[in-house]
């Protein structure tokens, strides 16, 4: 089989155009320099799925036809697996209520994973009506040997800046976009865990005295909404942006509260391996990085895609509701492949 190699397409929040990137094979341990910045890919559970590629080339103009037909000749099947049912979802929601507590356990962030097949997929067609409407997301296409093939507009930053700023955010709390009724108790706390989380780890990681906290605000991420805090961090020390990338990752706004217990919760439970949804990708360059969580994101097989998503859970979530949320994130998807 011919092999294409590894590459990243992306358009960042708010830009025009798409760009690409030839990665070279993964390396274990390296650093970027002024020459060669580094790609990096983490899973959800990085103790598994951390890769690092140096980018050989970054092209301005994206080569579709190339991709379109390289890929596709790569694609393999979409594996056989058996998706989870509401009941199964719900009676997991519930569980998990019963065994949260007032302060240690508060927060997991359960997923699911569901196959969509497709006769013909185009590939660059989803990859630009992703950016046509999410003009506010990070539009993202990887295909590499060890990650398999993932497209996703993705509103979450895990971590950006440069030596000596940094910035993250917090977002957590989902609605149907056209729901007007005000934000409840649940989704203020769960966003609250996470800007508390996010801001400590700044603290404790970084010498500084300045930190600041902007939100929660309302932000619209195509058929959902959600609550947002902006946490924003100066130092006065050289800032290492993997480390603190990793130190942070997973967030509760993916993961939960405390951050052990509903990673342990979400490995022994969920009932699949989330592999890279909800883990983080981007560019690690010499003087900053942009680091973003992969989710309204999908892996792409010859005969379809597969869809995942996650509803943050705590003591108020009402199951029924929470598997409706993951329903709605994923029309974010859905839609694009109609
Ligand atoms: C887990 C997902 O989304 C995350 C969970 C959210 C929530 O629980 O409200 C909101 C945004 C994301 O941080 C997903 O889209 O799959």
Same mark, same amino acid.
């Given at each position: ?55 050989? /080339? ?10 379109? +037909? ?9 594996? $056989? ?5 509401? /009941? ?26 569901? $196959? ?35 497209? %996703?507009?993705?509103?979450e930053l895990l971590l950006s800046g440069d030596k000596l700023q940094v910035k993250s955010m917090s977002l957590a709390g989902t609605k149907y976009e056209l ?23 700044? +603290? ?18 195509? $058929? ?25 990752? $997973?967030?509760?706004?993916?993961? %939960? ?12 439970? /969920?009932?699949?391996?989330? +592999? ?44 029924e509701s929470e598997w409706r949320e993951t329903e709605i994130k994923m029309q974010t998807l859905l839609s694009v492949l109609r």
């Open positions: 089989m011919y092999s294409v190699s590894d590459f990243v397409i992306f358009r960042y929040p708010g830009f025009q155009y798409a760009e690409m990137a030839t990665l070279s094979r993964a390396v274990e341990y390296s650093r970027p320099t002024p020459e060669v910045p580094i790609f990096v890919v983490a899973g959800f559970d990085t103790s598994q799925f951390l890769h690092l590629y140096a980018v050989k /080339e970054i092209l301005r103009e994206v080569n579709w036809s190339y991709v379109d +037909r390289e890929v596709r000749k790569n694609l393999v099947g979409i594996p $056989p697996f058996e998706a989870k049912s509401k /009941e199964w979802f719900t009676k997991l929601v519930e569980k998990a209520k019963s065994r949260f507590d007032q302060s240690i356990f508060t927060k997991v962030v359960l997923s699911r994973k569901s $196959p969509v097949y497709i006769d013909h997929l185009q590939i660059s067609d989803v990859f630009k009506e992703l950016c046509r409407r999410y003009p506010n997301a990070m539009v993202f296409l990887l295909y590499t040997k060890k990650t398999g093939c993932w497209i %996703g507009a993705t509103p729901d007007p009724s005000p934000w409840g108790q649940k989704e203020l706390l769960e966003q609250k865990i996470v800007t508390d989380y996010i801001a400590d780890v700044f +603290r404790e990681e970084l010498h500084t005295h300045q930190i600041s906290v902007t939100g929660p605000y309302e932000v619209h991420a195509g $058929p959902v909404k959600h609550l947002k805090t902006d946490i924003q961090a100066v130092s006065t020390e050289y800032i290492d942006l993997l480390s603190l990338a990793q130190r942070l990752h $997973p967030t509760p706004a993916v993961s %939960g509260h405390h951050h052990q217990k509903a990673k342990e919760f979400i490995l022994s439970h /969920e009932g699949y391996d989330r +592999r890279y949804y909800t883990g983080f990708f981007g560019f690690w360059n010499f003087d900053r990085a942009d680091f973003f969580v992969n989710l309204r994101s999908m892996e792409v097989f010859y005969d379809g895609v597969v869809l995942y998503t996650g509803a943050g859970i705590t003591a108020d979530s009402i199951a």
